[in-house]
């Protein structure tokens, strides 16, 4: 029988005789090698390559938005337009509604739902400031090849946009509606306080013409010129200032009432009057006019839509690169991963060899 050390030193291991017999199974390493580098490549070649389109834009000029501006109770600001349009375009149902309305221009290859497409193909960045307190938005749309991604999302960027000013022209439309509301109310209570006056005037003329009447006083009166008779019916009145109003004769009173009564209506006006129909006039005005510049601006080109929300740094541009599948990387790990299972495959070779040979030893 063997001894220990003999049977010890059986299982010692050579690392110059396991070099040079794994370097004997070369065509295991080159086959292996060989294999991983071909499914690489029919992998690269059956996959669908994935194209990045990217669009980043910053808050536009305050100057964009000087036209909901006129009136220090109502603030539209870039920071305002730049959350509306990235919070919009980061709705999937904003996008969807975009979908079907232009399902008949666009087309996918893909087979996933629309929500899925939407979660994995967009990513959007830059809606809160950074450390500098600046901001600036970053689209990326991913697409397979054969589709025109970078079309898509700049017209999906120019809808949302178109629609984020509807709707700031819509909260200022809104907004000066209730203003201009508040201010007729404001006029017609201030025309109706007038009028109350008026009618307050009209009742003290018409009671004139009562005591007039009563003193039989037909035309302007001094009290000295009254008979006996009415100058001991005790008629009193204050001799500081003017006259009571019946002094004046019934028939000139009526001639006044008969005046009021005709122009109750009319010119009814003070400073605070002016000063609403003055606000009301403006805002009315502002409002027309701006309405007047949308409709004439309705079919802008979708760049120069896009630019009224926010200012474009990049518009999407077709990707030249693509970004998925990384071809060098997985070119790379294929080289690695054939070349270790080689490796492996040829030790094995060898282990199994040794061990045939120490059997037919024995």
Known sequence: MESDAQVAKSYEIDLRDLAIAILGSWYWII???????????????LVTPVYEARFRAAPAAASNFAVFNHFNDFQIS??????????????FQNFEAFIEERGDELSFDS?????????????????VADRTGSMTMSIKYRYPEGENGDEL????????????WSRLHARFAAYNQAQLMRL????????AALRTEREEEIFEVERAITVARNLNIQTPTMPYQLDGEQRGSQIIYS??????????????????????ISSL?????????????????????????????????NGLDDFIVTERVVDVIEYAFPGERTVSPNKPLILAL??????????????????FKNMKRRDLQE
């Open 153 to 164: 999302l700049n017209s999906y960027i120019a809808e949302t946009s178109s629609t984020v």
């Open 334 to 351: 294929s080289i690695v991963i054939g070349s270790i299972f080689g490796l492996v495959i040829a030790l094995m070779s060898v282990l």
């Open 184 to 191: 007729d109310i404001n006029l017609n209570l201030e025309q």
């Open 265 to 297: 209506d009319k010119g009814l006006s003070n400073q605070d009057v002016r000063d609403n129909q003055q606000s009301i006039d403006a805002r009315q005005q502002i409002s027309d006019s701006i309405s007047e510049d949308e409709s004439s601006k």
């Open 78 to 91: 870039p920071e305002d337009a730049y959350r509306a349009l990235g919070n919009r375009l980061t709705s």
């Open 239 to 260: 001799n500081v200032g003017n006259l009571p109003k019946y002094f004046m004769g019934y028939e000139t009173l009526e001639s006044e009432r008969d005046a009021l």
């Open 31 to 45: 086959g292996t090698l060989l294999l991983s580098v071909s499914l690489c490549l029919v992998y690269l070649w």
């Open 111 to 127: 087979e996933e739902s629309l929500i899925e497409l939407f979660q994995k193909r967009f990513t959007i960045e830059g809606l």
